[in-house]
């Protein structure tokens, strides 16, 4: 790290081909939404992803909203989406003046669990929408049987989950189509950037029309349906295509750094770290930890001690339930009791052990006092995880 006060929750690395592609463009002047590098991006990323067609667009939320337009949802219609989310996932069920319906997660993960979505299924339900939280891989073959039962579409969510696999299958290769978010903090980055995978050829030439404003790619100026501008520009592409290059090396050093957390986390009283299914290659996008007691006050008081140490840490996502558009009074309680007890710690490629090593002494003092300043924090009322493989760890 450059600033040895200040260890943030998410840096990029850009020290490869990006700043060689970028003036490329400059000296090009390819720097709108045609040329090489949108064309090389949107090929290499489909082959990572293990599908034949990919979309670029400029964020991981008009992905969504692309993918669910392409797929025909509109007013009337209910999307399940889990309810511990980045508030993106219902926001772009909304776009379409559809409904997102909330489910619980499961405790080991916090990825929606499939036990909860037959019960929230209704007559207008068009599609599922599950969310590869924190780089798990949501229970894939469960949610694509009830989908196939109930007649509806699969979404993933993968904005944060690039190169993570299901039964040894890459995510992204699941649903009708799924997205990915290329955001600064995210596993890969174009700065803002974001994209949309599907095999299905029909699909990806919709979400091609709906990208670039309904326009007919036969006519010029002739748009048979409203579209959007979403389109990527060749310069986000072009630091996209090198950091695609480069992703082995970035996941094998956030796989490293999250071995570090596991290694130095493991036996803490009071902390766990989030869980990983036998099924699933996770990839750390953010470490996250819960504090196996207290709540929200409890979590805080953590997070102001980390950053009186100049660390810096994020609460985990508030459930959507909580937030003012989507206020309902039906209780989630996974998702309420771990979310309020949850942080994500730094995670990025050029992190040291040292770094680490840092942040996993201040957590430990901090769980310390907190111990002390909240005696007796309430043990949880929702049943602990059966202890499996730390996520960290993969
Ligand atoms: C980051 C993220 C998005 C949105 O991506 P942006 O590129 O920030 O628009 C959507 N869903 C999830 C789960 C995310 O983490």
Redesign the pocket.
């Known amino acids: 790290m450059a600033d040895r006060n200040f260890i943030p929750v998410a840096a990029p690395t850009l020290g490869g081909n990006e700043r060689a592609y970028v003036l490329e463009c400059l000296d090009s002047t390819w720097i709108s939404s045609s040329g090489r590098f949108l064309d090389a991006f949107e090929v290499a990323f489909a082959r990572f992803c293990g599908v034949s067609h990919a979309v670029a667009v400029n ?6 909203h692309l993918a669910l337009t392409a797929l025909g949802i509109g007013p009337g219609d209910e999307v399940i989406v889990p309810n511990l ?2 508030i ?2 219902a926001n772009a069920v909304t776009y379409c003046g559809a409904k997102p319906v909330f489910v619980d997660c499961e405790p080991l993960t916090l990825n929606l669990d499939p036990d909860c979505i037959e019960a929230r299924i209704t007559p207008r339900t068009r599609a599922i929408l599950p ?1 590869h ?1 924190y780089g798990h891989p949501a229970d894939m073959d469960r949610i694509s049987r009830l989908a196939a039962r109930h007649d509806l579409h699969v979404v993933e ?1 993968a ?2 989950a690039h190169g993570a696999t299901y039964r040894g299958r890459p995510v992204g290769s699941f649903g009708a189509c799924a ?1 990915f ?3 600064g903090n ?1 596993i890969i980055t174009t700065g ?3 994209m949309v995978v599907t095999d299905d050829a029909a699909l990806a030439a919709r979400l091609r029309l709906y990208r670039g404003q309904g326009l007919d790619p036969q006519r010029r100026y002739i748009h048979p349906v409203v579209g959007f501008n979403y389109r990527m520009t060749n310069i986000a592409a072009a630091i996209g295509l090198a950091q695609l290059e480069r992703i082995d090396t970035i996941l094998a050093a956030r796989r490293q750094v999250a071995a570090w957390y596991a290694e130095r986390l493991a036996g803490i009283e009071g902390l766990r770290l989030l869980g990983s299914q036998p099924w699933a290659v996770p990839v750390p996008w953010l470490v996250t930890v819960l504090l196996t007691g207290g709540d929200a006050h409890e979590r805080d008081a953590v997070m102001a001690a980390l950053l009186a140490d100049g660390i810096d840490s994020r609460p985990l996502f508030y459930p959507t339930h909580q937030q003012a558009p989507y206020h309902e009074e039906t209780r989630y309680p996974v998702a309420e009791t771990w979310s309020a007890r949850g942080l994500n710690l730094p995670t990025f490629e050029a992190m040291t052990e040292a770094d680490v090593a840092a942040v996993c002494a201040s957590l430990r003092r901090a769980i310390a006092q907190y111990a002390e300043a909240f005696p007796g924090a309430p043990p949880s009322e929702v049943r602990e995880p059966q202890a499996r493989s730390p996520q960290a760890v993969r």
């Open positions: 964020n991981g939320t008009t992905a969504l989310t980045y993106a996932s969310v939280l969510d904005a944060e997205t978010s290329f955001y995210k803002e950037g974001g």
